[in-house]
């Protein structure tokens, strides 16, 4: 695994426009919470993904309990991971079989998976791991709304 260049990084941020959050928590102390509202609040849409959850309103969005909930026409782009690393096989399974308009597997600060990785960028996929994007997009854009495309 090579780390990402910042213009890898800037072009999956400014491209991506729906990211669905795999382990998102209904707790705001929780990296996965407040990762999706920084994410939100910088002009992404943001999906939430959780069994346990499931129904539920969070980030103005309903709460899905699997990747294959989400309608395709929420053409989700990046799918943000936070799972133990030997549990994202089968979260990048689901996101290829049931998210036709994904470009990105990205892996939280921690998280990584080679073969899963390998999985993907296999499919066309961009795979980042063991990165945050709350930690790259400021030190990449600032603290302005999410660029254009």
Same mark, same amino acid.
């Given at each position: 695994? =090579? *780390? &990402?260049?910042? *213009?890898?990084?800037?072009?999956?941020?400014? !491209? =991506?426009?729906?990211?669905?959050?795999?382990? /998102?928590?209904?707790? $705001?102390?929780? &990296?996965? %919470?407040?990762?999706?509202?920084?994410?939100?609040?910088? @002009?992404?849409?943001v999906i939430p993904v959780n069994p346990g959850l499931a129904g539920q309103v969070f980030l103005g969005e309903t709460v899905r309990a699997a990747l294959a909930d989400i309608p395709a026409e929420d053409r989700v782009?990046?799918?943000? #991971? /936070?799972?133990?690393?030997?549990?994202?096989?089968?979260?990048?399974? *689901? +996101?290829?079989? %049931?998210? $036709? %308009?994904?470009? =990105?597997?990205?892996? !939280?600060? @921690?998280?990584?998976?080679?073969?899963?990785? +390998?999985?993907?960028? +296999?499919?066309?996929? =961009?795979? #980042?791991?063991?990165?945050?994007?709350? +930690?790259?997009? $400021?030190?990449? /854009? @600032?603290?302005?709304?999410? $660029?254009?495309?």
């Amino acid at each position: 695994m =090579t *780390d &990402p260049s910042d *213009d890898l990084l800037r072009r999956v941020l400014t !491209q =991506t426009r729906t990211i669905a959050v795999v382990g /998102f928590s209904a707790d $705001p102390s929780r &990296p996965s %919470h407040y990762v999706a509202a920084f994410l939100k609040g910088r @002009g992404y849409r943001v999906i939430p993904v959780n069994p346990g959850l499931a129904g539920q309103v969070f980030l103005g969005e309903t709460v899905r309990a699997a990747l294959a909930d989400i309608p395709a026409e929420d053409r989700v782009d990046m799918v943000d #991971i /936070f799972r133990r690393s030997e549990q994202v096989p089968p979260v990048v399974d *689901d +996101a290829l079989a %049931h998210l $036709p %308009h994904l470009r =990105t597997v990205w892996m !939280q600060v @921690g998280v990584m998976n080679a073969e899963a990785a +390998a999985k993907a960028e +296999a499919r066309g996929l =961009t795979v #980042i791991q063991n990165r945050c994007p709350k +930690a790259e997009y $400021p030190r990449l /854009f @600032g603290d302005r709304p999410r $660029p254009a495309a």
